[in-house]
């Protein structure tokens, strides 16, 4: 019986939550600030993806092309989970439009597969590179994870 109640609040706990908001900031390439129909704001990860960093080669074109796809937009947000941060994970939409996928199909972001194996995202983020869209017209783009562990070895993230 134990088991059978930890499933059913398990299964409960992971159901994909579907809900429509504004954008109303975008905080980096990767994360926007929504309000709810209830008015709450929510900071949302994009899921899958990883932008350039803010101070990084491409981080400020990331930002401003997701700037540019949905923000004072109404959007369709996929709930996966939450992040360490809190931060609510999803996938994004605006009308048909993916931004997730959208980002990486630009080259202004990475498909973050540490933490997700979408084949998806993986075969956009190949075209991107043979394309050389966005970042990839770089010699040696440097991942914003990278970039994120030499600043923290340096003391400075």
């Known amino acids: 019986m134990k088991t059978l109640i930890l499933l059913i609040l398990f299964s ?3 159901i ?3 809900f429509n908001a504004k954008v109303i900031g975008v905080y980096s390439g990767d ?3 929504v309000s709810t129909n209830d008015k709450k ?3 949302v990860r994009l899921e899958g993806i990883d932008c350039p960093e803010l101070d990084q080669e491409y981080g400020d074109s990331a930002k401003m092309t997701t700037v540019g796809l949905c923000f004072k937009k109404d959007v369709r947000i996929e709930k996966v989970g939450l992040d360490t941060y809190g931060r609510t994970l999803a996938y994004v939409y605006v009308g048909d439009l993916c ?3 959208e980002l990486i199909r630009l080259g202004m ?3 973050y597969k540490e933490y997700n194996a979408d084949p998806e995202l993986a ?3 190949e075209d991107a590179k043979a394309n050389k869209s966005g970042l990839w017209r770089q010699t040696q783009p440097q991942s914003p994870w990278d ?3 030499a600043k923290k070895k340096q003391g400075r993230y």
């Open 12 to 14: 409960l706990l992971t």
């Open 16 to 18: 994909n939550d579907s």
């Open 31 to 33: 994360t926007i600030v």
């Open 41 to 43: 704001q929510l900071k």
């Open 99 to 101: 931004l997730n996928k």
């Open 109 to 111: 972001a990475w498909h």
């Open 123 to 125: 075969k956009l983020e």
């Open 147 to 149: 970039f994120r562990h």
